[in-house]
């Protein structure tokens, strides 16, 4: 939507911070920290995704947090 | 319509994602999280006019254009948390301060007379959208109640009025 602003990231993102969309309304992925996604979000449907908004994997928590954290560096 | 009281009434939440920030969902509102019992100030989340003053030979006082407008420093201060308690209050003061975290991006919804869940189809909002850019204990020995000063980036035009859509 043309209207839609992007979450734009802060330059540089602290490691425990994650990608996260809704499956049900899927937009510009949000950004927040890992324990807020699980103590939050995870239980609302969202789930992890990369900066493209693609999901990933969320068993494999080394793997994931290396995708997710990637970093966004403008 | 009478005067009202915005502290006790109102409401801001933190929502990850919004698809269309002038007519945001009432699921992508019900999906944000309630900051209000962590929050303890309010700081910007408005813009300043910036006149520019034009001289015009045929008056003798400049007349004005509106120039760029400017977000004023944005930002909360929160209360913190000892982490021992756990009722609902407790819990909503650390879920305030988990969620505000430093690298945090989303938008920021702020309601003039609504809570959370009175938040449905119709009712208006503001939005904006931003980052966290810093989250900082405040340490001080003066009579406060510990805080924390979480500093917000606002990267878009504010959203003011727009109706939660169905």
Sequence with gaps: ?74 | MSMAFWRGAGDVLYVPTIANTAAPTATEIAAGTSLSMGITAVRGFTATVNRIGVPILGYDTDVQVNGPASFVDSGFDLVEDDGVGSNTDDVARRTAITTLAKGTAGYFVFSRFKKKAAMIAAVKVDVFAGYIAASNKQWTMDANVARRAVDVILTADPKQDVAIAA
């Design chain 1, 1 to 74: 939507v043309a209207s839609t602003p992007t979450p734009e990231a802060p330059p540089e993102s602290p490691d425990d911070i994650v990608n996260i969309q809704h499956p049900d309304f899927p937009s510009a992925p949000g950004r927040v920290s890992r324990e807020a996604f699980e103590t939050n979000y995870a239980d609302k449907g969202f789930v992890l995704v990369d900066d493209n908004g693609d999901p990933i994997a969320t068993k494999k928590s080394t793997a994931t947090k290396s995708t997710a954290t990637g970093g966004n560096p403008a």
